[in-house]
């Protein structure tokens, strides 16, 4: 079912939980590829009923991001949900969330802000007040649909830690429940900014994969300085690329680490053209 209103999300919610339902929340904001259907086959797994939410989301976008031009491909997304076995897919747009006239400054709306101590750092540094847009929507649709289950992507490592730090500091009723990065075969981490890249600047953005690759491989064969492993990333850069950031933090609590150890997750953001990518692994990942 597409539904379009708080309301009616609300109407279906309610059914749900007097049979005793539980309810699973894919959170996305829509151009779904492999990686977001991954979350929805877990959730379509777990749970009794799942909600996939498809909103391009005004308030976590900066000023001179790409609001305007984000992929939105709601026909091809429903029927994508719909073979997955998804219940509700949720798509309201900017007035159904932010009311009339939606007056997107914090003036006028209710924000949620995580701390800055998991903000100011990684993408947060360059996208001010992105996390915030995030957490606040986030935590409308836990209210509007009161999931069992919410399902993330490690893709968005430091959103995930932001989002499980706001869960708990906040005492919402839902498990947050992570789920792996979806590559391409040659490495690439599924995204939906991957259709803004050229053909050739999709063989340049290889190089964030075999970066954490590379690393990951160093650390696994004794080198946990994190100095030393970041100055193997330079042999896969060159002028096509603008390294935003390569950096080594506590997967949990993204404190700085100088001795990598089986905890510690590699962060890389790197731009090419005008696209930014992230990527990002756990050394002891698999
Ligand atoms: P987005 O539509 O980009 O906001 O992403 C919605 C959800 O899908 C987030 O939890 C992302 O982390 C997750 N996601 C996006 N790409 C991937 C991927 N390649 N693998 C796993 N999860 C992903």
Redesign the pocket.
């Known amino acids: 079912m597409l539904v379009h209103t708080i309301e009616e999300v609300r109407e279906q919610i309610k059914k749900w939980k007097k049979e005793g339902l539980t309810v699973g929340l894919?959170?996305?904001?829509?151009?779904?590829?492999?990686?977001?259907k991954?979350?929805i086959v877990k959730s379509v797994e777990k749970c009794d009923r799942t909600v996939v939410s498809?909103f391009v989301?005004p308030i976590q976008f900066c000023p001179g991001e790409d609001l305007d031009k984000y992929p939105r491909t709601l026909e091809e997304d429903y029927k994508l949900c719909e073979a997955a076995g998804v219940d509700v897919v949720f798509a309201p747009s900017p007035k159904e969330m932010y009311g009339e006239g939606h007056i997107l400054s914090n003036d006028f709306l209710t924000y949620v802000i995580p701390p800055y101590f998991y903000v100011n750092k990684l993408c947060g540094k360059s996208r001010v007040g992105h996390f915030d847009g995030v957490c606040t929507v986030v935590n409308k649709l836990f209210n509007i649909v009161q999931p069992d289950y919410a399902?993330?992507?490690?893709?968005?490592?430091q959103?995930?830690v932001i989002i499980r730090k706001m869960v708990k500091d906040l005492n919402i009723p839902v498990e947050v429940v992570p789920?792996?990065?979806?590559?391409e075969e040659s490495g690439l981490?599924?995204?939906?900014?991957n259709k803004y890249l050229s053909g050739e600047e999709k063989e340049y953005a290889l190089a964030l994969s075999k970066i954490l690759f590379n690393i990951k491989s160093c650390y696994s064969r004794g080198i946990v300085d994190t100095g030393a492993l970041a100055e193997t990333a330079y042999a896969y850069l060159n002028e096509h690329h603008s390294l935003e950031y390569l950096e080594f933090l506590d997967a949990d609590t993204l404190e700085e680490k100088q001795t990598a150890d089986d905890n510690t997750r590699v962060f890389i953001a790197v731009k090419i053209g005008t696209v930014r990518l992230i990527d990002n692994i756990l050394l002891s990942d698999k």
């Open positions: 894919v959170p996305t904001m829509g151009a779904l590829h492999a990686g977001h991954s979350l498809v989301n399902f993330f992507g490690q893709k968005d490592a959103q995930l789920c792996p990065i979806v590559r981490a599924l995204s939906s900014r």
